[in-house]
Every structure is written in structure tokens, then in C-alpha cells.
């Protein structure tokens, strides 16, 4: 099966790559291992979209989804319901033409004279071998680029990744009634139910801190569940409450099958324990467990050597770069930062004027120097550990993805490499399509 376009995952990324390369008029396949697109919007329950603290327009393709999910009753600016995207990011999919294949995995590539050739995959229905001019890797994990021999890192300096989390919703909560109580317990913010949020985390002077200690004390609560709490209210679904933790601190490769499963098994374990926990907060008292997410929240794994690496002093200098995807001024945000990794931020922070800001995100960072007509999309673009925790964010993850289709149309157009492509076309590409 040939195609102009193959993009491997679904998911943040990669859904919008797909539905962009579609609108393009490109022949596009999408192929994703779970039945759904969104990938960690979704799957892994990862609302709200952070902000980049810029411009929360990003694109007409992005403005689109928040404005189905208005009209649909499931969204509200960056807060979203999780369910209702799958069905959005599907519907705008079908309606580009895009072709899609669930339940599948990437399973191998042929490389030859430095072009990706084929795709080998497999499902329940067996093997299969897809051809494709333009290659999107959207996996989250540089799973084609790795098997393309790709060079790679991943952890910060002592190998070391982020924790990942596994979400959970409650349900049959009275929110005001716990919004009212986080209130009286000091949290100053002003607390919208239709867009409340609280946390708490061990280094911090958070209201619920001592409503924690008290937990953990009486055994309700371990030490380590006490670390890191966050959630919020979640769009479309009045009496729900999304959790963002349990965060796994124990060190886990999210490329590996097995601990994955060792991150759903004790997030599993971790979860039963808030549950008993959140039961005896004011607001509470009649909810119920409603979802865990099925897939492991994953905030770091491989990130690829490119053809330019951003890094964390590009970041925190407020680096600009003419071949600008996207501007940002979300913050490093490296969860269980290390004293090592502090003493390296601390090291390169640089003060700018108020206007000045922020960052961009240069292209070059999801070309491979090895694969000729391979684009790398999503977190595991070319970034250093530091960079990756500030670009991670769906917001800007979604804006590359959307970049890496208009890059493939342009060199189908022009019949080159895929960093061959012309920049003033690009730039003109991205002002039509709406991007600030």
C-alpha cells in the first residue's frame, strides 16, 4: 500500500500531523496501536492543555477542536472532556480523508540510501508492509527513528527520565462543596468549579498540606503518595474530578513493556489508596471511582540526535530562531528535579525585557541528519533533557505536529529531502493556516 504520508501514532501529535496532511490533499495513512486517536489527551487523560503563555491560538486546525468542543458542550478555552476529543479528532480526520488503521504496531522499517522504503506493522491480522513518500514518526518515543539507527538520548545526565503518572477521574462529586472547603483551607486563587484546580506537593506550602500529613500519619495515605497531588474540574462533565498522580517515582522506561506494566500495576495500587483518601474530603463523600486512564502518562523517553538540538539554555535565554514554528514561554518543568539539574537551570537563566519573553521552536528539531524523508514530531523531537520539560506541552506538541505536515507537503512538492524544504513557503504556509 503506497501512500504520500504514513504517520506512525495517533496521538497529540500525530492526529493533527495526519489531519493537516489530509486538508493538504496528501494520501494520508494514520496508524495507531490503540482504537482511539489523541494519545495522551486522550488515552493517558492529560486535561487540561497547558498554555504556552504566549498565544492560546495556535493554529485554525487547533482553533477548530476547542470551537467543536464549545459547541458540544466539552470544552472550555484549554480545559477539555478526554472522551468527546477521541470522537472531534476522529470526525475531522474522516472528514480530510485521512485513512486509519487501529490496533496496530510498528514492528520494523527498510532503510535504504538513507530513505525510510517500507513500514512493516502488525495487528491481529498479521504483517503488513506500507510504503509511504513522507514519514511521520509521532510515536512519543521515536520509535521509527530508533529502528531507522537514529541516535538518540534519553534521561537527563545520569540517565535518569521523568516520572510518569497514571491518571483517574472521579465522578458524583460536589465540586463547590470541595472547592469551597480547599478555600477555607487558603488557597487564595480564585476557584471557578468549571475550571478549579488544587495540588499539593512535599516541597511546597500548599493548603492541603497538612490534611496530607494528617492522611499519612493515619495510614490512609504512604509517604509517597503524599509527594505529588494535582487536579482538576474537567469540561463537559460537571461533577467529575481528574487527577494528575499517581506520579510513579520509581525510575521507569517508558519504551519497555514491562515497566509499563509495572507503572500501571502500582499507579493501580497508588490509586485505590486516593480513592479512600479523597472519600473523606468535604465534596467527596458520595463519589466513586469513574476512570483510570489505559494508557501510562509518559513524559519523557528517547529524544533523538537531529539536525538541531534545542537546548535548555536556548529556553531560558529566550532563544529566536527564523525557521519558528512556535513561540513559548511555558516554563522548565521537570518533575522530582534533581539538585544537579537545578544547579544547571540556576546556571543559564537569563533575564530579558517583559516583551522579549519567549522562545521558539525552530523546525530543524524533527529533522533526522541520517533519514532523508523521516520527520520526527512530538516530545521526542531534538531537545536536551532540560528543553524537552518546557516543549513537551500538548499545545506546542500539536502545533509541531501540524508543522511536520505542511514540511512533507512542501517536499512532495519541490520532490526533495524533507529539510530541503524552502523556508518563505513554510513561513507563508503557517501565516495562511492561522498560526500567531
Not at 88 to 117: R, T
Not at 127 to 151: H, N, R, W
Not at 197 to 225: C, I, M, R, Y
Request: proline share 2%; with cysteine; hydrophobic share 40%.
Amino acid at each position: 500500500m503506497q501512500y504520500n504520508v504514513i504517520v506512525i501514532g495517533g496521538g497529540t501529535s500525530g492526529a493533527i500531523a495526519g489531519i493537516a496532511a489530509g486538508r493538504m490533499g496528501l494520501n494520508t495513512l494514520i496508524v495507531e496501536s490503540n482504537g482511539f486517536l489523541g494519545g495522551t489527551a486522550t488515552g493517558a487523560l492529560v486535561a487540561p492543555i497547558m498554555s504556552t503563555l504566549c498565544n492560546d491560538y495556535i493554529s485554525d486546525i487547533n482553533e477548530e477542536i476547542r470551537k467543536r468542543l464549545m459547541e458540544t458542550g466539552d470544552g472550555q478555552g484549554n480545559w477539555f472532556n478526554p472522551e468527546m476529543l477521541k470522537l472531534i479528532l476522529e470526525q475531522l480526520a474522516l472528514e480530510a480523508g485521512v485513512h486509519m488503521k487501529f490496533y496496530s504496531q510498528l514492528s520494523g522499517v527498510k532503510v535504504n540510501n538513507n530513505k525510510i522504503e517500507e513500514i512493516h506493522i502488525q495487528s491481529k491480522s498479521g504483517y503488513e508492509t506500507l510504503k509511504g513518500d513522507i514519514i511521520i514518526d509521532a510515536t512519543g518515543d521515536g520509535d521509527v527513528a530508533a529502528l531507522s539507527d537514529v541516535p538518540f538520548e534519553s534521561g537527563n545526565k545520569e540517565g535518569i527520565n521523568q516520572p510518569v503518572s497514571l491518571r483517574f477521574q472521579m465522578a458524583n462529586v460536589e465540586v463547590q462543596k470541595f472547592s469551597d472547603y480547599v478555600k477555607a483551607l487558603g488557597q487564595t486563587e480564585e476557584l471557578d468549579i468549571n475550571a478549579f484546580h488544587t495540588a499539593h506537593t512535599e516541597d511546597g506550602n500548599w493548603p492541603l498540606k497538612k490534611v496530607f500529613q494528617e492522611a499519612v500519619s493515619s495510614g490512609l495515605l504512604l509517604e509517597d503518595d503524599a509527594r505529588y497531588f494535582q487536579c482538576f474540574s474537567i469540561a463537559g462533565r460537571t461533577n467529575e474530578i481528574g487527577f494528575n498522580c499517581p506520579e510513579i517515582f520509581e525510575q521507569i522506561d517508558g519504551t519497555d513493556s514491562q515497566e509499563l506494566t509495572k507503572a500501571q500495576i502500582i499507579g493501580k495500587q497508588k490509586i485505590y489508596r486516593y480513592v479512600k483518601f479523597m472519600k473523606t474530603l468535604p465534596g467527596f463523600e458520595n463519589a466513586y471511582l469513574s476512570l483510570i486512564a489505559p494508557m501510562v502518562g509518559v513524559r519523557e523517553t528517547r529524544r533523538i540526535k537531529g539536525a538541531l538540538t534545542l537546548t535548555g539554555r536556548d529556553i531560558l535565554s529566550y532563544r529566536k530562531f527564523e525557521s519558528r514554528v512556535i513561540s513559548s514561554n511555558y516554563p522548565v518543568d521537570i518533575h522530582n528535579m534533581s539538585e544537579e539539574d537545578k544547579k544547571i537551570i540556576d546556571g543559564i537563566r537569563e533575564n530579558v525585557s517583559v516583551e522579549e519573553k519567549f522562545y521558539d521552536i525552530p523546525v530543524e528539531i524533527m529533522f533526522t541528519k541520517e533519514i532523508h524523508n523521516l520527520i520526527v514530531t512530538g516530545r521526542c523531537a531534538s531537545a536536551d533533557f532540560i528543553a524537552q520539560s518546557a516543549i513537551r506541552i500538548q499545545s506546542v506538541v500539536r502545533a509541531m505536529g501540524e508543522a511536520a505536515a505542511y514540511i512533507a507537503y512542501l517536499a512532495l512538492e519541490k520532490e526533495c529531502n524533507v529539510k530541503n524544504y524552502d523556508i518563505n513557503s513554510f513561513n507563508i504556509l503557517l501565516k495562511e493556516k492561522g498560526f500567531k
